[in-house]
C-alpha cells in the first residue's frame, strides 16, 4: 500500500500568514490521484482539494494544491482564523485508499 | 442537495458486532460509490472499504477483510457497514462518505459519524 507522510506534524501560523503543508508518498500516485481535507474538532472532514491541484465545490481560492508523483503540497495563501485545524492528504489512485496522518495547523 | 445521515451511537461488548447505517438522499443512489473510515479517539483517519451502489462490489481494507460486510438497499438508498468480533480498539467514530463524482472513489460528502464504544 502506498504510505503517505505529512510534514511538519504541526503548524504554529498567525492569521494572515502563508501556510504550506507537505505531503510525500512512499510511491508514485497514479493520476495524481492526491486529495486534502481539512476536519475541525467534532466534525466530519471536508474535502478540500482533489485531482493535486483542483479545488472541490465552495472551497475558497486561498487553498491550492500542486505537486506530483510522490511530493504534493497544499497552500494557504492568508490564513483566515476559520482554516485553524486538522489537514490530511489522501490518494485514491490504487487500493487500498490511505490517509497521512495530518498536520495540526495551529494559532500562533 | 447531498445528506448521508447516519445512525446512532452504539456500545458493545468484546465479540459482538455492529451493524451501522447511512441513509442517503439529494442524488441517485446507485450513480456512485459510498466509503467506510474510521477515526480513533485522538487518531487520523483509516479507511475501511468501499462499496458500489450501481451493483454491490465491494473492496475492503485488508486489515478487516473477514471482519467488515458493506451492503447497500437501493430501495431505501441506505448503505450499511457490519463489523464483527469487536475488538476494544475498534472503538472509533465511523463516517461513510459518497464519492466525490462518478468516475472516482474518492470519499466528498460525508454523513456526521458514527460513535462506537466497545466495552466490557
Known amino acids: 500500500e502506498i504510505v503517505l507522510t505529512q510534514s511538519p506534524g504541526t503548524l504554529s501560523l498567525s492569521p494572515g500568514e502563508r501556510a504550506t503543508l507537505s505531503c510525500r508518498a512512499s510511491?508514485?500516485?497514479?493520476?495524481?490521484?492526491l486529495a486534502w481535507y481539512q476536519q475541525k474538532p467534532g466534525q466530519a472532514p471536508r474535502l478540500l482539494i482533489y485531482?493535486?491541484?483542483s479545488r472541490a465545490t465552495g472551497i475558497p481560492d486561498r487553498f491550492s494544491g500542486s505537486g506530483s508523483g510522490t511530493d504534493f503540497t497544499l497552500t494557504i495563501s492568508r490564513l483566515e482564523p476559520e482554516d485553524f485545524a486538522v489537514y490530511y492528504c489522501?490518494?485514491?489512485?490504487?487500493?487500498?485508499?490511505?490517509f497521512g496522518q495530518g498536520t495540526r495547523l495551529e494559532i500562533k | 442537495q447531498v445528506q448521508m445521515v447516519q445512525s446512532g451511537a452504539e456500545v458493545k461488548k468484546p465479540g459482538a458486532s455492529v451493524k451501522v447505517s447511512c441513509k442517503a438522499s439529494?442524488?441517485?443512489?446507485?450513480?456512485?460509490?459510498i466509503s467506510w473510515v474510521r477515526q480513533a479517539p485522538g487518531q487520523g483517519l483509516e479507511w475501511m472499504g468501499w462499496?458500489?451502489?450501481?451493483?454491490?462490489?465491494?473492496k475492503y481494507a485488508q486489515k478487516l477483510q473477514g471482519r467488515v460486510t458493506m451492503t447497500t438497499d437501493t430501495s431505501t438508498s441506505t448503505a450499511y457497514m457490519e463489523l464483527r468480533s469487536l475488538r476494544s480498539d475498534d472503538t472509533a467514530v465511523y463516517s461513510c462518505?459518497?464519492?466525490?463524482?462518478?468516475?472516482?472513489?474518492?470519499?466528498?460528502?460525508w454523513g456526521q459519524g458514527t460513535l462506537l464504544t466497545v466495552s466490557s
Open positions: 489522501q490518494q485514491y489512485g490504487s487500493s487500498p485508499i490511505t
Open positions: 462499496i458500489s451502489a450501481y451493483n454491490g462490489n465491494t
Open positions: 462518505a459518497r464519492d466525490y463524482s462518478v468516475d472516482t472513489t474518492m470519499p466528498g460528502y
Open positions: 485531482g493535486a491541484s
Open positions: 510511491q508514485s500516485i497514479s493520476s495524481s490521484y
Open positions: 439529494g442524488y441517485t443512489f446507485t450513480s456512485y460509490g
